[in-house]
Nanobody
């Protein structure tokens, strides 16, 4: 069982930066691939990015490439989403998710077994 708690959301002006954090509990954190998803009001949850259990592979949706970066610290059981040059369309609730890593790249919400409660990110113009 893995429990996830996100933090770091808030209100920021367009062009600014935020770093989201996700704290995991449970054993063998390094066995889990981690994903970040977001859901804007009235929209479906969408994939933002993912990172493999060993941190060696990352993947991002096109709209955030070059602006967002995912990293992890397995010793601390933490995963991070660094978001730069934020735009209004990045406004959403952001969720981290976990699943056992079997070497794939996991971009679909249903592929993840554990979810945090989310943290709200609001970008003002």
């Amino acid at each position: 069982q893995v429990q996830l708690v996100e933090s770091g959301g808030g209100l920021v002006q367009a062009g600014g930066s935020l770093r989201l954090s996700c704290k995991a509990s449970g054993r063998t954190f390094s066995s889990y691939a981690m994903g970040w998803f977001r859901q804007a009001p009235g929209k479906e949850r969408e994939f933002v990015g993912s990172i493999s259990g060993d941190g060696g592979r990352t993947a991002y949706t096109d709209s955030v490439k070059g602006r967002f970066s995912i990293s992890r610290d397995n010793a601390k059981k933490m995963v991070y989403l660094q978001m730069n040059n934020l735009q209004r369309e990045d406004t959403a609730d952001y969720y981290c998710a976990a699943r056992l890593d079997y070497g794939g790249t996991y971009v679909l919400a249903y592929e993840y077994d554990y979810w945090g409660q989310g943290t709200q990110v609001t970008i003002s113009s």
